[in-house]
Nanobody
Framework: QVQPVESGGGLVQAGGSLRLSCAAS????????MGWFRQAPGKEREFVAS????????SYADAVKGRFAISGDNAKNTVYLQMNRLKPEDTAVYYC???????????????WGKGTLVTVSS
């Protein structure tokens, strides 16, 4: 089984931006729907954004609409999460995941990365 690998997390001040990347060598992203999830301390893992395998459909959690954008590059087997106008409440470990089902849900994914930490200071 393939495990996606996230990168790009770090410390940023409120109002700043980060771009997260998720790569999975050997996993053809063109055959999978991709999702980003996050988990803050003391909270359950929650859905952030997703993209259908063809790129025709995307979905976002209400908390990030207008600020985050998901995209993918099939040739590189990489999915991105551009995060703008970050808020302290965005602080969490961000996970990427791949799955065959649409729509993307937390409990319906097939492969999970280990996560990358995003910390937004006030």
């Amino acid at each position: 089984q393939v495990q996606p690998v996230e990168s790009g997390g770090g410390l940023v001040q409120a109002g700043g931006s980060l771009r997260l990347s998720c790569a999975a060598s050997g996993l053809t992203f063109s055959s999978y729907n991709m999702g980003w999830f996050r988990q803050a301390p003391g909270k359950e893992r929650e859905f952030v954004a997703s993209i259908e395998w063809s790129g025709a459909f995307t979905s976002y959690a209400d908390a990030v609409k207008g600020r985050f954008a998901i995209s993918g590059d099939n040739a590189k087997n990489t999915v991105y999460l551009q995060m703008n106008r970050l808020k302290p409440e965005d602080t969490a470990v961000y996970y990427c995941a791949a799955g065959r089902r649409w729509p993307v849900t937390r409990d319906g994914m097939d492969y999970w990365g280990k996560g990358t930490l995003v910390t937004v200071s006030s």
